[in-house]
């Protein structure tokens, strides 16, 4: 529990019980009726996180979850992962555990439905005694298996509710029990007795029908349905962890002169650590000896290495790519940015309205009114002198034939072969909530270091003094800085190989700190590094390229001299190149309506120039991690429906905070994690091709769910004018099915643009 405001706290509550997006609301909306609480309920998440008066006792807010008919209680603080030992079952293994109750259902469900459904629609299987078996394989699969539907619509039905559970288990129930009526009391108990195909429409007494093949095979489809969205709803939290898990486990300390190895998590500020290079950083603190280059893009979206010294302060989780560090540490613990990141990416999470599942907005109001319906045909029926046979059969005729069967494959079939065919292309898509959202989304969002750009720096240009052979620029520069660590260096020796034959190996080397390296190759005396390292040995760059060198970093470049033998020699341009494909993704982009916006941690000048170069109008440069947070949140407190394109740790918890979060899968697990859509390719040009899959997949639900209901509702009149003969009825619900599973196979012919 946190305190916010004076008078007021805070507190994030584990809720349990929760089948679907409106139990969220329900909890939602009774916390929300207490005085002095303000809370939000996340179903993907499960969890509650509540504002509320100081004086209120946790225990209220716990009780009043319980008086809902759900769990609730306070979670334990995401935990580092730390060297020593193991401490019990992993996070992994008790996700596992708690699926596999829902994975023992739906094993039963469809090796027991299987044989009943197949009895039931072919008449050569319909053995002396097959109803009977029916009746054994079937009453499992409706009791054990259905046993989540039951529990729910009772809870619902306790607090004036109706979802898709209370639908599933009223038609089930229904035609379970007039199943066994029609066995026990009925003459469909008859050994012998056959479901012929007749589609003739006429006045019956049900007593020799059965509905097993209905009942265990709803139950099995949407219980399929089910355990494929908690597979993927499980991962909702694996930001956070990722998150922890950047830091470093262990740390080198200082003690009276020796270096002693200890877990990170037993720093205290104060304690002073040694860092070498290509090690992360442990927690933040300010450098008290040394110098070196540390890449920290993954939190501040910075391309270039940050050169830091005595005095400079360095973050927590980034890397010591140059020389030997020791720092001092100031912050630990939940104190560090790396910790309040992950916070943030919890906020975000928690604060996130999530989607109402449209099944279950259908059910709300489809329910009530079909179970009107019925006891208004029992009525009448009644009231007409019919006898009680004839008007039972026609009111559970009503809750038969509005059993959704095609509804259970509504939705997961259409998930299934459009997340199937998003897979082949390279898109994962989390859950059907995300594609809700991608049909209203108008402004996309896109950090630029790894998404819009490669990433990596690279060499871009090689500008020559009069008279200088560009190859030998590159051998004898790209020799030199091959043996030096800092991230330049590398992508200059990286773009002197590439367009060279072999580099020479110097015959000296010594690297310059904060200005460059120096030595000597194949006999000359080599500088490459800063302008400053030339005016060091009383060299001066040319006129061109003087010029050169200003337009390179008035465009955000880094600019690198070369010099030798006394003489400067050229200007090597150094920069996070822009990918191939990147501005025919933004104008893909444009084409579905959306408006681009480049957001970074870079420099202004960077950012402008990237921009230009690809086509972006918008650009908001010069961010740190939270502003990308409060960008996100004003963009859509502006009315518009966001979307977020990152792939570093200072992406997350933006992606967390947008409408729909697109992860580059060659960024880090953090970023992957809290996004909706990971784009398994580094090509920004699959954002695209996710948002029109995703616009198409959803799509093809809607159209599953309308003709789903649509036979439905089609048949009601007959079943409640007692018409309703039973092959009739296995008709339509066969025939729904087969047209959702056929329209859903529709989505498996989607082409990227580019094909």
């Known amino acids: 529990m946190t305190t916010t405001t004076p008078g007021t706290a805070q507190v994030e509550l584990a809720i349990g019980g929760m089948t679907c997006a409106s139990c969220a609301a329900r909890i939602e909306k009774k916390l929300n009726r207490m005085d002095g609480v303000e809370a939000t309920v ?4 499960e969890k509650a996180k509540v504002t509320f008066a100081a004086d209120i006792p946790v225990a209220d807010l716990i009780a009043t979850v319980e008086a809902t008919g759900y769990t609730a209680a306070e979670p334990e603080p995401p935990k580092a992962d730390t060297a020593g030992g193991d401490d019990g079952p992993s996070d992994e293994e008790k996700a596992d555990e708690e699926l596999r109750p829902l ?11 299987v044989p009943v459904i197949a009895m039931a629609m072919v008449p050569a299987l319909q053995i002396e005694y097959w109803q009977w078996l029916s009746l054994t394989l079937a009453a499992p699969v409706v009791t054990y298996a259905a046993w989540p539907f039951h529990r729910a619509a009772w809870t619902n039905a306790r607090h004036g509710a109706a979802t898709m559970d209370t639908l599933i288990s009223v038609g089930t129930t229904a035609a379970f029990l007039w199943s066994l009526w029609a066995l026990f009391l009925g003459t469909a108990g008859t050994p012998g007795m056959t479901h012929p195909f007749e589609f003739t429409i006429a006045r019956t007494d049900g007593a020799g029908n059965i509905y097993l093949e209905a009942a265990a095979g709803v139950t099995a489809f949407i219980l399929a349905g089910r355990y494929f969205e908690a597979r993927s709803k499980r991962k909702a939290g694996a930001a956070l962890k990722a998150l922890m898990q950047l830091g470093a486990k262990e740390v080198t300390v200082l003690r009276d002169g020796r270096e002693v190895t200890v877990p990170t998590a037993e720093l205290q500020a104060g304690t002073r650590f040694l860092v070498r290079p290509g090690e992360k950083i442990a927690t933040d603190g300010t450098v008290v000896e040394g110098s070196s280059a540390v890449d920290a893009s993954m939190l501040t979206g910075e391309s270039v290495p940050v050169e830091v010294g005595v005095g400079d302060s360095v973050t927590g989780a980034t890397l010591n790519a140059g020389g030997r560090l020791v720092v001092e540490a100031t912050r630990v613990g939940a104190d560090t940015q790396l910790a309040r990141m992950a916070r943030l990416v919890e906020d975000a999470q928690n604060g996130k309205a999530a989607a109402q599942r ?4 259908i059910s709300a109001v489809f329910v009530p009114i079909v179970i009107a319906l019925a006891l ?5 029926w009644l009231g007409t002198g019919q006898g009680l046979t004839a008007a039972f059969t026609a009111a559970v005729a009503v809750l038969i034939i509005a059993c959704p069967c095609a509804l259970g494959l509504a939705t997961p079939t259409a998930l299934m072969v459009g997340t199937g065919r998003g897979a082949q292309l390279g898109i994962l898509i989390k859950g059907p909530e995300v594609l809700e959202t991608t049909r209203k989304v108008d402004t996309i969002v896109l950090d630029k270091t790894g998404t819009v750009t490669t990433g990596r720096m690279t060499l871009l240009k090689v500008h020559t003094a009069d008279g200088e052979d560009e190859t030998e620029v590159l051998r004898l520069a790209g020799a030199l800085e091959h043996s030096s660590e800092h991230p330049v260096a590398q992508a200059v020796a990286a773009g002197a190989a590439a367009r060279t034959n072999t580099l020479p190996t110097p015959e000296d080397f010594a690297n310059v700190p904060g200005l460059g390296v120096q030595g000597v190759v194949e006999g000359h005396a080599v500088l490459v590094g800063r302008e400053k390292l030339l005016d060091a040995w009383a060299m001066e760059l040319p006129a061109g390229l003087k010029s050169a060198k200003d337009e390179a970093e008035k465009a955000g470049r880094t600019a690198v001299a070369v010099a030798w033998d006394g003489k400067a020699r050229a200007v090597l341009e150094v920069a996070d190149a822009v990918k191939e494909t990147s501005a025919e993704a933004v104008r893909r982009l444009r084409s579905l309506g959306l408006t681009p916006i480049l957001l970074t941690g870079d420099n202004k000048a960077v950012a402008e120039s990237v921009a230009a170069e690809v086509g972006i109008g918008e650009v908001i440069a010069e961010v740190m991690p939270q502003d990308k947070v409060d960008v996100v949140k004003r963009l859509q407190a502006e009315g518009r429906s966001v979307a977020m394109v990152g792939d570093g740790v200072n992406d997350a918890a933006a992606l967390a905070q947008a409408d729909l979060g697109l992860a580059m899968g060659t960024g880090t697990d953090a970023a992957i994690e809290a996004a909706d859509l990971t784009l398994v390719r580094g ?3 699959a954002t695209a091709d996710a948002i029109r899959l995703s616009r198409r997949t959803l799509g093809t639900i809607r159209s599953n769910l309308f003709w789903a209901f649509a036979y439905n509702v089609a048949a009601l009149p007959l079943a409640a004018a007692g018409l309703l003969n ?3 009825a296995g008709a339509a619900m066969a025939f729904s099915s087969v047209f959702v599973v056929g329209n859903s196979l529709r ?6 643009a580019d094909t």
């Open 42 to 45: 996340n179903y993907a998440t």
């Open 103 to 113: 994975k023992q259902r739906l094993v039963t469900a469809v090796a027991l439905a």
């Open 358 to 361: 449209l099944a279950d907005r």
């Open 376 to 380: 208004g045909t029992l009525g009448f």
């Open 683 to 685: 090509d920004l040009r």
């Open 726 to 728: 039973p092959m009739i």
């Open 747 to 752: 989505l498996r012919g989607f082409q990227p």
